[in-house]
């Protein structure tokens, strides 16, 4: 079962890299990315049910599987009011859904913390303008219309936070 949940875990880093790209390059997220996504988390759910001793706990515990589609719940919600606010697009709202399913409830607060982070450093970075050498190039004619249109893309800046997010236990064990 451990196998199938890594299997899982890389087929969901790539869709949410898929899902940043997208956003990046056309200010649009999928719903297929999305749904499916959420498909890869149920399979997950179930290898996780499968492979456990204690079924209530994996179920019930707040850094099981409650904890994750409550974190799910609170942040796709979140992402609705903003969107009604029209702080964000409605992509970015869906996209809070996956995210909060992958990261759990545990994730929340590094989570937060590192979109804060990386959406201050988004913002400051498209203050400054493009290197001339290299502004010919698609990605920095893609910044640049950005940087002009003052529409960003807030989904890199979300899938980011949570693959960091999703590497922080990795890199923990890894120092540690």
């Not at 649009?28 to 498909?39: G, Y």
Request: proline letters at 5%; zero cysteines.
């Amino acid at each position: 079962m451990l196998k199938m949940i890594d299997v899982i875990n890389s087929i969901s880093v790539f869709l949410f890299l898929y899902a940043a790209w997208t956003d990046f390059r056309s200010w649009k997220i999928p719903n297929t990315v999305v749904l499916a996504l959420v498909a890869l988390y149920a399979l997950r759910t179930a290898a996780v049910i499968l492979g456990s001793e204690d079924v209530g706990a994996a179920l019930f515990a707040s850094s099981g599987i409650g904890g994750d589609v409550g974190a799910g719940l609170l942040m796709f919600m979140l992402g609705v009011m903003l969107w009604a606010f029209r702080l964000f697009g409605a992509g970015d709202a869906k996209l809070f859904l996956p995210i909060g399913l992958f990261i759990g409830w545990h994730g929340m607060l590094p989570f937060s913390f590192l979109l804060l982070v990386l959406g201050v450093v988004t913002l400051l970075l498209l203050r400054l303008p493009v290197p001339l050498p290299v502004a010919h190039l698609a990605f920095f004619i893609r910044v640049e219309e950005i940087r002009v249109s003052r529409k960003v893309p807030y989904g890199v800046v979300m899938v980011f936070a949570a693959l960091l997010t999703l590497a922080l236990p990795i890199i923990r064990q890894q120092l540690g």
